[in-house]
């Protein structure tokens, strides 16, 4: 490439320059604060802590989807939508604080060595790209876990922190390996058509599990079994 097709491509891709950059920003973040806030609501009922924290495990799969110039910046979005939602969730601002910068470093503990090690073309047809990013999820949940009991201890003393902070680490969890290789999966563009009865079979389905889902732990109904 030469180099002023490569400046021309840099250019196209920088953050300022693009026009819908913007647009992805508060796009991310709103989506990142409306999955936090109703991932704490739906089991508000039994514990500050989601059950399953989806948030990250969407931030992540976002920024596997972009170039480095504009990961950094989407993280920050990610940051500002878990502020934002740890805030209006009732957190002191230092505490909401402490939290967001937990979860942003947990996401950019499996972002940083994963997109370095198979770049932007992640397909999760294979054991390697799978077990490695496995991995990666399980230290990231756990790292962020320390962080977050070290800024807990320091800023709410008096919490129940072990039992929040065994939560945290599954949730968090369970959350990226839920949701990243999905939609990665679905967003890649090599992966075979499904046709129009597939597609709705698959909506029909979704739907179905995201109501099972909302009853359960929102308490909806009373599930002891489930305790």
């Given amino acids: 490439m030469r180099w002023w097709q490569r400046h021309n491509e840099e250019r196209r891709f920088h953050p300022r320059l693009n026009i819908g950059f913007a647009g992805l920003l508060v796009a991310v973040a709103l989506t990142t604060f409306l999955l936090a806030g109703t991932s704490v609501w739906l089991t508000s009922y039994s514990s500050r802590i989601a059950s399953v924290w989806l948030a990250n495990g969407v931030l992540l799969a976002v920024a596997l989807r972009h170039r480095k110039l504009v990961r950094w910046p989407l993280l920050s979005a990610g940051f500002a939508g878990n502020l934002v ?3 209006m969730n009732g957190d002191a601002l230092s505490i909401a604080v ?5 979860n942003t470093a947990e996401v950019a ?3 940083l060595p994963f997109s370095s090690h198979f770049g932007r073309r ?3 047809d294979r054991v ?5 990013f496995g991995l990666l999820a399980f230290f990231a949940a756990l790292v962020s876990t320390g962080l977050a009991w070290a800024a807990l201890s320091l800023l ?3 919490a129940p922190i072990m039992t929040m902070l065994a939560h945290w680490f599954i949730a968090d969890g369970l959350g990226m ?3 990243t290789p999905m939609l990665l999966a679905l967003s890649n563009p090599h992966r075979q058509t499904a046709g129009d009865r597939q597609r709705m079979e698959m909506i029909v389905f ?3 599990v995201a109501g099972a889902t909302t009853i359960v732990f929102s308490g909806m109904v009373p599930l002891p079994f489930l305790m």
């Fill in 156 to 158: 709410a003393p008096s």
């Fill in 122 to 124: 992640h397909r999760f």
């Fill in 206 to 208: 979704l739907l179905a």
């Fill in 85 to 87: 939602a740890n805030t």
């Fill in 128 to 132: 390697a790209p799978m077990a490695r």
């Fill in 109 to 111: 503990l499996v972002l």
């Fill in 177 to 179: 390996l839920i949701s």
């Fill in 98 to 102: 402490a939290l967001a910068a937990c």
